[in-house]
């Protein structure tokens, strides 16, 4: 995996993805407006984030084996959540929301980079999510949330009052995201940076059955 710096920001490279489009509020090759005006119904801080410009979104395609793409879609993950750590500093940065669109993927390319990033980022008080094309969930009072039009990763600050439940199969990482501070930290540190060595770090992780 390459990692380099540029303005500040780590920046990886995209693996196996091909860049559809780059970062922007406001994309022209995926069609999100009205996904996103109905999630807003769900999530509280969704609509003030767009209202100020800080929902961003990267697109990106699918271009390779599965086990690289997995690799590319960490990777573009890396990119997201230091750019959301730069602006959690900035005016209004707790309502910061990042989004890596994946084309051409279903949910089992999104499950490892998810996992991990979580880890990752969680201690520093980032929350990922995980959204597959087509997948109908609900919500924590039952109702159903929108289907997603494209499968993407979403980075935001975390809520650290509200996002323990959804953490209650990672009790660890759940306490970690109630206390977490960043405080600059190289969330690498001690971690391996090759994409076969970081599953195989994160894999004890994994709840026990």
């Given at each position: 995996?390459?990692?380099?710096?540029f303005?500040?920001?780590?920046?990886?490279?995209?693996?196996?993805?091909?860049?559809?489009?780059?970062?922007?509020?406001?994309?022209?090759t995926?069609?999100?407006?009205?996904?996103v005006?109905?999630?807003?119904?769900?999530c509280?801080?969704?609509?003030?984030?767009?209202?100020?410009g800080l929902?961003?979104?990267?697109v990106?395609?699918a271009?390779g084996a599965?086990?690289?793409?997995?690799a590319g879609?960490?990777?573009?993950?890396?990119?997201?959540?230091?750019?959301?750590?730069?602006?959690?500093?900035?005016?209004?940065?707790?309502l910061?929301?990042?989004?890596?669109?994946?084309?051409g993927?279903?949910?089992?390319?999104?499950?490892?980079?998810?996992?991990?990033?979580?880890?990752?980022?969680?201690?520093?008080?980032?929350?990922?999510?995980?959204f597959?094309?087509?997948?109908?969930?609900?919500?924590?009072?039952?109702?159903?949330?929108?289907?997603?039009?494209v499968?993407?990763?979403?980075?935001?600050?975390?809520?650290?009052?509200?996002?323990?439940?959804?953490?209650?199969?990672?009790?660890?990482l759940?306490a970690?995201?109630a206390?977490?501070?960043?405080?600059?930290?190289d969330?690498?540190?001690?971690?391996?940076h090759?994409w076969?060595e970081?599953k195989?770090?994160?894999h004890?992780?994994?709840?026990?059955?």
């Open positions: 995996m390459i990692i380099t710096h303005d500040g920001a780590l920046r990886p490279s995209a693996g196996a993805l091909r860049l559809v489009e780059s970062r922007t509020i406001s994309p022209k995926v069609d999100v407006t009205e996904y005006e109905a999630v807003a119904a769900h509280p801080y969704v609509a003030p984030s767009v209202e100020r929902t961003g979104w990267t990106y395609e271009a599965a086990g690289h793409v997995e879609v960490f990777q573009a993950g890396v990119w997201a959540a230091e750019w959301v750590r730069l602006l959690g500093h900035r005016p209004y940065g707790a910061a929301c990042e989004n890596v669109v994946v084309l993927v279903d949910r089992e390319v999104l499950d490892w980079p998810h996992w991990v990033l979580k880890h990752l980022y969680g201690p520093v008080g980032l929350m990922f999510g995980k597959s094309v087509g997948e109908a969930t609900r919500d924590r009072y039952g109702r159903f949330i929108p289907v997603p039009p499968s993407f990763l979403p980075v935001r600050v975390a809520v650290r009052s509200r996002d323990a439940r959804f953490l209650r199969r990672t009790p660890d759940s970690a995201v206390v977490a501070v960043d405080d600059g930290r969330v690498f540190e001690g971690i391996p090759e076969k970081i195989q770090w994160a004890p992780l994994l709840p026990r059955q």
